[in-house]
């Protein structure tokens, strides 16, 4: 029942550097810095103050409304409590914890029997899920909870993304092929909550071992199916994906329940069947550190709160790196204080050389139109961009700038290198700040 998603591009993946790199254990760093603020939403005030120890698990923040806590990665001392640098290139209030490398677990983490998890009613899954941090984990880090909670009696099809499409990131192909049952597990759960017979999985075929290892998986199961999808960037945006599977188009400014659609990531079902059944919160995850000038590419399982710089050094890199980024090279936030911890949100970190410099002496637009072709959201890059330069967040709103969903098909394909994506990103900024009743998803 497959689709074709509208434009889009076909950049080189780059997956071979990892993609047969089994995912390995990051030794426990001596200091984690954990974030606040690590999802959509409000931020979690902390629970915690300088001189307290904490254990494995136990949860240091939280907040009420859309908020989800976050929870100590090592046991140790908080060494402060203070703002860092943040991955979103902002800063923001940090628990610093001194590791005493002791790896103590909080009592608050109790795994269930299967006969207690068949017991629990969707609110009990729903609030295990919360309690445990879950978020979005392809990057998006929107709170699972709400997702679930908002789609209940609306949705009709989960969709599980496993479609990886951005270049250099392996981190789901991986857990695919290391761990199919815990996603399986985790993709149980959400059929239960919500409902629903039947889920779908997304996978693009230029994942050809992963697509073997989940067909072994689901072979006399009816009640999860694969859904084998041709590569194409950026299929693996939640409305793109909606779309190549379902056929159903998500409307402008509209969230998949409007089309009955909930998206999950494959990483995401795999933290619920930790939460679930083992009583695990979400404190490490896979990171893929990847890159043309990294000297030992890998999938690393990395605690929540290790530095970017600590990741660098365990990879290694032939000369100094031209950028490094939060995410892949089509969708990623460029770095530039690589004291930056790793965050619920970090699939990747991808360190590109020199030779991916693009030096454009004068950018002018030539007016040739691929960046129309090439938008999987029916946009218009080209007039979204002059816009822009008016200022008038109303002209900007008049060319949807806030439905771009930043994937960088159009940056990709202008041959005048214009800075679309970077200045669509700051556009939307702008209209948030100046005119937050408006549209502000995206
Ligand atoms: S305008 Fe936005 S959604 Fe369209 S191609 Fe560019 S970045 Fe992607
Ligand atoms: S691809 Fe670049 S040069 Fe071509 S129309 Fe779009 S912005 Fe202009």
Not at 75 to 93: D, I, Q, W
Not at 107 to 130: C, D, H, K, M, N
Not at 389 to 417: F, K, Q, R, W
């Amino acid at each position: 029942m497959a689709f074709s998603i509208f434009g889009g591009v076909h950049p080189k993946d780059n997956k071979w550097y990892t993609e047969n790199c089994p995912v390995v254990e990051f030794p426990e760093p001596d200091i984690v810095v954990i974030p606040m603020s690590q999802h959509i939403g409000a931020p979690c005030n902390p629970l915690v103050k300088k001189g307290e120890r904490v254990l494995v698990g136990q949860k240091i923040g939280d907040n009420t409304g859309l908020c989800v806590p976050v929870h100590a990665s090592v046991s140790g001392v908080v060494k402060a409590v203070e703002m860092r640098p943040h991955s979103s290139g902002t800063t923001a209030l940090c628990v610093v914890i001194e590791n005493d490398h002791l790896q103590e677990l909080s009592p608050e983490v109790r795994p269930r029997t299967p006969q207690q998890v068949e017991a629990l009613t969707s609110q009990e899954l729903i609030g295990i899920i919360r309690e445990a941090g879950i978020v979005g984990m392809g990057g998006a880090a929107f709170p699972t909870h709400v997702k679930l909670s908002s789609g209940l009696g609306k949705v009709d099809t989960i969709i599980v993304n496993l479609a990886e499409c951005e270049p250099f990131i392996t981190a789901d192909d991986r857990l695919c092929k290391e761990k199919p049952w815990d996603i399986l597990e985790g993709i149980r759960i959400l059929k239960k909550i919500l409902g629903l017979e039947v889920a779908y999985i997304g996978i693009e075929n230029n994942k050809p071992e992963a697509i073997k290892t989940l067909k072994r998986a689901i072979s006399s199961k009816k009640d999860i199916r694969l859904e084998i999808l041709r590569t194409k960037y950026p299929q693996g945006a939640e409305k793109q994906l909606i779309q190549a599977i379902t056929g159903r188009q998500v409307p402008s400014g509209g969230l998949p329940a409007a089309v009955g659609c909930a998206v999950f990531n494959g990483a995401t079902c795999k933290a619920i069947y930790d939460a679930v059944y083992k009583g695990l919160p979400l404190i490490r995850r896979i990171v893929t550190v990847s890159g043309d000038i990294v000297m030992e590419p890998r999938n690393l399982l990395v605690p929540i709160g290790t530095s970017f710089n600590e990741l660098l050094e365990a990879v290694g890199h032939s000369e100094n790196p031209y950028k490094v980024l939060s995410g892949g090279p089509m969708m990623g936030a460029s770095q530039y204080d690589l004291s930056v911890p790793t965050i619920k949100g970090t699939n990747a970190v991808t360190i590109l050389g020199h030779a991916n410099r693009y030096v454009v002496e004068q950018a002018k637009c030539i007016r040739c139109g691929k960046c129309i072709d090439a938008c999987p959201m029916h946009l218009m890059p080209v007039l979204m961009y002059k816009a822009l330069y008016t200022g008038s967040v109303e002209e900007m709103n008049a060319v949807h700038l806030m439905d771009c969903i930043e994937c960088g098909c159009c940056a990709y394909t202008c041959p005048a290198g214009l800075p679309l994506v970077l200045s669509f990103r700051s556009g939307k900024h702008q209209i948030r700040e100046t005119a937050p009743a408006a549209k502000t998803k995206g």
